[in-house]
T-cell receptor
Framework: GAGVSQSPRYKVTKRGQDVALRCDPI?????LYWYRQALGQGPEFLTY????????KSGLPNDRFSAERPEGSISTLTIQRTEQRDSAMYRC????????????FGQGTRLTVV | GNSVTQMEGPVTLSEEAFLTINCTYT??????LFWYVQYPGEGLQLLLK?????DKGSNKGFEATYRKETTSFHLEKGSVQVSDSAVYFC????????????FGKGTKLSVIP
């Protein structure tokens, strides 16, 4: 596609439910990144993929969070047993190489846990 | 660890006013520095960058100079327009091969006619 596409744009879920957030990167981009942005804060790194390999997941806050990119293209960030503190904007970015300086960000998914 | 501190907003300016948004950083090694912008309803976009000391990044009339001695990367524009209203984020990338951007909290700019 023309840009990084994230879906849904907005998600409201009840506490305890699982959610899956989708990221469709720019075609041909090998690197994919997930960030989380709480209200009034800057984005914080969650995880990084090079092709289908998850190279770094050090930013995932706990084991309720997981991410995959099985075919090296679309990625899914899954949050199990959601809690109110998970409410945030989740941002995905992709880049053509490992140089994040040229990463392109999607519009984000606004997650609200009620 | 790495950190970025930028001036808190919101900042409200009249059209054609001079803009400065301060940004200072703490990092190991020799980081690359960036300004990202988020326009209403859109994703983060790279506005400008500088990869070494004394470099000046510029784009769309915005400028920022990488000052190693003061660990700063202040964003400036001589004459803002209403269309510059957005949230601006200062960020750093620490070292070659790094891929984790560290962002500041963002500064919301509103430009009124």
């Amino acid at each position: 596609g023309a840009g990084v596409s994230q879906s849904p744009r907005y998600k409201v879920t009840k506490r305890g439910q699982d959610v899956a957030l989708r990221c469709d990167p720019i075609s041909g981009h090998v690197s994919l990144y997930w960030y989380r942005q709480a209200l009034g804060q800057g984005p914080e790194f969650l995880t990084y993929f090079n092709y289908e390999a998850q190279q770094d997941k050090s930013g995932l806050p706990n084991d309720r969070f997981s991410a995959e990119r099985p075919e090296g293209s679309i990625s899914t960030l899954t949050i199990q047993r959601t809690e109110q503190r998970d409410s945030a904007m989740y941002r995905c970015a992709s880049s053509s190489g490992t140089g994040v300086t040229e990463a392109f960000f999607g519009q984000g998914t606004r997650l609200t846990v009620v | 660890g790495n950190s970025v501190t930028q001036m808190e907003g919101p900042v409200t300016l009249s059209e054609e006013a001079f803009l400065t948004i301060n940004c200072t950083y703490t990092a190991t090694g020799y980081p690359s520095l960036f300004w990202y912008v988020q326009y209403p309803g859109e994703g983060l976009q790279l506005l400008l960058k500088a990869t070494k000391a004394d470099d000046k990044g510029s784009n769309k009339g915005f400028e920022a100079t990488y000052r190693k001695e003061t660990t700063s990367f202040h964003l400036e524009k001589g004459s803002v327009q209403v269309s510059d209203s957005a949230v601006y984020f200062c960020a750093l990338l620490s070292g070659a091969g790094s891929y984790q951007l560290t962002f500041g909290k963002g500064t919301k700019l509103s430009v009124i006619p």
